[in-house]
């Protein structure tokens, strides 16, 4: 069984079902869906290159683009199209890339891949062929890039039957019981955005390809009933009321989901579904029921999740990534008898559900023995009237915190944490607090980089001494 399996499988049982919708006029059946990835999936079986990258926004070519790729088993290397050049072919390079498709050619980067002696080309046009002896086909490996949260990118490599198969795996449970159109402004080098995809095309429903750049405009035009996003994109679609009259539930995935935007859904008449995994697991491992609690999580079909003494979470899935590229040391830290290990700390529910309370790199260890994670202040903090973004940092032996809200409301948030300082034990004192209007850098999938943020403060106590 193979991807060109689940091809067939959708075009038979889907047909003229609408796969694809995209903003400026393209639709797509699943019957001509499972035709030009065949297509281009023939157009990359006989080029000479087995490492191919594919960037881009437009949304409907790139998955055509990159799963013809996997299909014709090439490793195919997906990135953030949106990088900076620089950055683009430092990632191309240590993935060893020899060739590079891109929906439109871009001068700064074709000079610089030139020099790398890198092919850079726009998409191909393939031909159609109806009839393909399609035993010649295998799948190949997708590399995906971790967001360099806690460090450099790592190349992760997943086989590409890993990730579609654990797509099938929440088929009943992804979104269940809410019918429509589903939205997903695609950012296509990021494994949920593919895990989204391959989860809703099993279900044969219609995705609305969208840009994060026009989402609200998008979401006007689409109706969906579905929400695919991130939680930082959630959050300011409910808080505006821009989330679209027809909206009935939203799912995340790529960073924690935190019970107050649940609450804020709630008001809207809006489901929440939170999914847990990365790209070492090529997927979801867990995901919290439709009728459940964001923060009570149950595995996926397929996978035990166990916990540790200390509380670290351990995944059992025989579909999960084969190696950080050209990393072994750090394939070994996190793959461990076909186990991965992403040191996520959990607790499990009297029901049997689980919470992820944090990573252990986000866990302060106190004085006192006491633990703390960095995201439940952060999510306290948030609380307050007037902030709009809190993140908590541990330097020097303090507990500090940093906060945008509008300058306006400075003296009154400095009020409120004091007195959210009077109800914590003395461990859990915020030590000093940074004020600022600047929102917090984060990555595509709307992950807080914290350590920028403790550079940040750093600089700012240097200049008020």
């Known amino acids: 069984m193979g991807f060109f399996d689940e091809l067939i499988s959708w075009s038979e049982a889907y047909g003229e079902n609408t796969a694809v919708e995209e903003y400026q006029g393209l639709t797509r059946t699943y019957r001509e869906l499972s035709a030009d990835i065949a297509d281009y999936a023939e157009y990359y079986r006989q080029l000479e290159c087995n490492r191919i990258a594919v960037l881009g926004a437009t949304a409907y070519e790139w998955f055509c683009n990159a799963y013809g790729a996997l299909a014709a088993g090439k490793t195919m290397i997906a990135m953030d199209a949106l990088l900076p050049v620089e950055d683009i072919v430092t990632l191309l390079k240590y993935a060893d890339a020899e060739c590079v498709f891109t929906d439109e050619k871009d001068r700064k980067i074709a000079r610089a891949l030139e020099q790398e002696h890198i092919v850079y080309e726009t998409y191909p046009q393939p031909e159609h062929e109806d009839d393909r002896d399609r035993s010649v086909y295998r799948d190949g490996d997708i590399m995906f890039f971790t967001s360099g949260t806690s460090g450099m990118a790592k190349g992760v490599v997943v086989p590409f039957g890993a990730l579609y198969r654990n797509a099938a795996k929440v088929k009943g449970q992804l979104a269940g019981g809410y019918n429509g159109k589903v939205y997903i402004p695609t950012p296509t080098g990021h494994l949920y ?13 219609t995705l609305c390809m969208g840009n994060p750049r026009r989402m609200v405009e998008e979401i006007a035009y689409f109706k969906p009933a579905v929400l695919s996003i ?6 300011y679609l409910l808080l505006n009321g821009k989330q679209g009259e ?25 489901r929440m579904q939170n999914l847990y995994g990365a790209s070492e697991t090529a997927g979801a491992a867990a995901m919290s029921r439709i009728e459940d609690s964001v923060d009570h999580l149950t ?12 509380g670290e979470l351990v995944i059992h899935n025989p579909d999960v990534m084969t190696e950080y590229y050209k990393k072994p040391q750090e394939t070994a830290e996190v793959l461990k008898n076909g186990c991965i290990y992403l040191k996520d700390i959990a607790a499990r529910h009297e029901d049997g559900t689980l919470d992820i309370l944090g990573r252990k790199q986000d866990m302060i260890s106190m004085k006192n023995g006491s633990k703390l994670y960095y995201n439940e202040v952060d999510e306290e903090l948030s609380q307050i009237g007037h902030v709009r973004e809190a993140c908590t940092l541990y330097t020097d032996d303090r507990i500090v915190a940093v906060i945008v809200a509008d300058e306006e409301w400075h003296e009154q948030v400095l009020t409120d944490i004091r007195k959210y300082n009077k109800k914590q034990p003395y461990f859990r004192k915020i030590e000093d607090i940074w004020i600022r209007q600047e929102a917090f850098e984060r990555t595509g999938m709307g992950k807080l980089v914290r350590r920028n943020v403790l550079e940040e403060y750093r600089k700012y106590k240097e200049q008020e001494q």
């Open 193 to 205: 955005a593919n895990f989204i995809v391959l989860s809703f095309w099993n279900q044969g429903r």
């Open 230 to 235: 991130v939680a930082s994109l959630a959050e």
């Open 246 to 270: 027809n909206a009935r539930v939203i799912t995340v995935a790529g960073s924690k989901c935190e019970k107050s935007l649940e609450e804020l859904a709630e008001k809207h008449g809006i």
């Open 299 to 310: 595995p996926v079909e397929g996978v035990e999740l166990t916990l540790e003494e200390d």
